[in-house]
């Protein structure tokens, strides 16, 4: 917007060149994984059967994600706390937001720059992403930039403003400080197993790696395991993979798995999905699956998919024993 034609030219293949090593990465690891655009449109991205959205959807989600965020999930953020009066969470984060949205506006009346467009465009992006996914997490890249807008935005008040940006800041302090103290000997415990060479993961994610570490011992380096953190899990075993269809007909996760030529699948428990859409699809189809590897706590499960010729002889050979 400077019309610095250099800095913009380094700016841009940095970007793209980080960009592209991510995307490369997907790729490899997930070949046939849908990309986060595609799932964009969908009204659920963890239920397939339920469609696209329209135009009326995205705005009608816009306008229900800036309400949870507004009324929950900013003021727990920047507070540090689960929960509190429903009528106090909306006030502070109408508040936060009212002062970051003036700040915004004064200093893109001055000079619209990379930090005011980085701003709109992200608020805009996390407004319409799917509900699954509207969280704390989601927020912490814009956090320091609305925290900034609000301070400075309070500070060229000056004069009694100045007191009001003192009052925020201890009512932001106190109860950040008192999470601060009540989480850190759990942060300082991890920093220490990580350095030991043991890094503190949930359990389930822990069950999971132990698995792909298992299936990068045991398995040949050409077969793709269906699972439902396939990037992560290739990190650990060296295996691609996508993950099994989101949908509540058996048929439709199995012919999923056959399409992508999985040899192997696994049963975990880092998400929901697996026992709504997973486990009953390998229980209506039992003689594909033979149980190959399981542990951890709680337990991670590796099945072997049998081909459709193997199962049949599996039928027989029971039908004949029967």
């Known amino acids: 917007l400077k019309r610095e034609p250099r800095r913009s030219l380094w700016a841009a293949a940095s970007a793209l060149a980080v960009l592209l090593a991510w995307g490369a990465y ?17 009204v659920d991205p963890y239920n397939l059967d339920s469609g696209t959205i329209g135009f009326a959807g995205l705005v009608a989600r816009g306008a229900e994600n800036i309400w949870i965020y507004l009324s929950r999930i900013v003021p727990q953020t920047v507070l540090g706390v689960e929960d509190g009066p429903a009528v106090l969470m909306l006030a502070l984060g109408l508040a936060f937001a009212g002062l970051a949205l003036a700040g915004w506006v004064e200093r893109a ?15 805009g992006l996390i407004a319409i992403w799917p509900e699954a996914w509207t969280d704390r997490r989601l927020l912490l890249p814009l956090l320091p930039v609305l925290l900034l807008l609000s301070v400075e935005y309070v500070d ?5 403003a100045r007191w009001g940006q003192a009052c925020i800041g201890l009512l932001v302090a106190v109860p950040s400080l008192t999470w601060v103290i009540q989480k850190a000997p759990e942060r300082i415990e991890c920093v220490a197993a990580y350095r030991a060479g043991s890094p503190c993961e949930a359990p389930a994610f822990a069950s999971l790696y132990a698995a792909a570490r298992w299936v990068r011992d045991n398995t040949p380096q050409d077969a793709i395991v269906a699972n439902r953190k396939p990037r992560l899990f290739y990190w650990y075993s060296g295996r691609r993979g996508t993950v099994y269809p989101y949908s509540a007909r058996p048929d439709v996760v199995i012919r999923g798995l056959d399409r992508m030529a999985a040899s192997f699948v696994v049963v975990d428990l880092v998400s929901s999905t697996t026992p709504r859409y997973l486990i009953p699809a390998i229980q209506a189809t039992e003689p594909r699956f033979e149980t190959v590897y399981q542990g951890g706590s709680p337990p991670t499960t590796v099945l072997r998919i049998r081909s459709l010729e193997t199962e049949r002889q599996v039928r027989v050979t029971v039908w004949v024993g029967a």
């Open 26 to 42: 997907q790729s490899w690891a997930a070949p046939n994984q849908p990309g986060y655009l595609q799932e964009l449109v969908l």
């Open 156 to 160: 060229r008040r000056g004069g009694r």
């Open 109 to 123: 009346r001055r000079s619209l720059g990379a930090f005011e467009i980085f701003a709109l465009l992200y608020v």
